[in-house]
Structures are given as structure tokens and as C-alpha cells.
Nanobody, 127 residues
Framework: QGQLVESGGGSAQAGGSLRLSCSAA????????IGWFRQAPGKEREGVAS????????NYHDSVKGRFTISKDDDKNTVYLQMNSLKPEDTAVYYC????????????????????WGQGTQVTVSS
């Protein structure tokens, strides 16, 4: 319960794309909000996007609206973050997290609502 494994980070040029994946244990996947967060050096962790696999609602930080898309694959218990039109300011360590329970919808973007965290994956965008 609670185990999250991220993959898909790497490097891209500005304007390019990357896709991150977050695989969750089945119980965690079906009972949680799943969120993507990022933390750049010297900055606080911020919520990027969130989704509740049991419904269709999503939530995005204003800075990524129109560029990032969060989606899910119920057969694989996996949540994806498709990142398009990348900017150098998107450079950060990206974390997948799960709340463990669903309290409100749409799913929050505040990190203190999330109980389980992945190990993080680096995304670097060069200009």
C-alpha cells in the first residue's frame, strides 16, 4: 500500500516534450487522489497536476495549463503527466504522490494533503 514508482524523466530542449509515468499499488490507485509535484533547487515544492482515478476530474497549476496533461490507465494502475511546450522554468525534480483517501474533489495540489510519495525523477529543460 502506498508504493509509487515514477519513470520518464530526462532532458529536453525548450518547446519539447516529455512524459512521466507513476505506477501505483492497486489499492492506492483506486482510493487516492494522485498528484504530480515538482521542486526546483532553492524553491518550495509545488503541485503541478492531480487526478482522481475514480472520476474524470483533473486539476492543474496555472503555470502548466494548456501545456501539461494528466491522464490515467486503469488497467496498469498508472498515472501519466504529458508535458508539452516545455520551458526552462519547468526544470525540477518531479514527484508522484497519493493521498491515501479522497476527501474533496477536484483533487488538491497542496503537498500536505498527500501521504505517499515516489522517489522523484529529474526533468531538465534547456533553452
Amino acid at each position: 500500500q502506498g508504493q509509487l514508482v515514477e519513470s520518464g524523466g530526462g532532458s529536453a530542449q525548450a518547446g519539447g516534450s516529455l512524459r512521466l509515468s507513476c505506477s501505483a499499488a492497486r489499492y492506492t490507485y483506486t482510493s487516492s487522489c494522485i498528484g504530480w509535484f515538482r521542486q526546483a533547487p532553492g524553491k518550495e515544492r509545488e503541485g503541478v497536476a492531480s487526478i482522481y482515478p475514480g472520476a474524470d476530474g483533473t486539476n492543474y497549476h496555472d503555470s502548466v495549463k494548456g501545456r501539461f496533461t494528466i491522464s490515467k490507465d486503469d488497467d496498469k494502475n498508472t498515472v501519466y503527466l504529458q508535458m508539452n511546450s516545455l520551458k526552462p522554468e519547468d526544470t525540477a525534480v518531479y514527484y508522484c504522490a497519493a493521498t491515501g483517501v479522497v476527501e474533496t474533489l477536484p483533487c488538491a495540489l497542496q503537498s500536505d494533503r498527500y501521504e505517499y510519495w515516489g522517489q522523484g525523477t529529474q526533468v531538465t529543460v534547456s533553452s
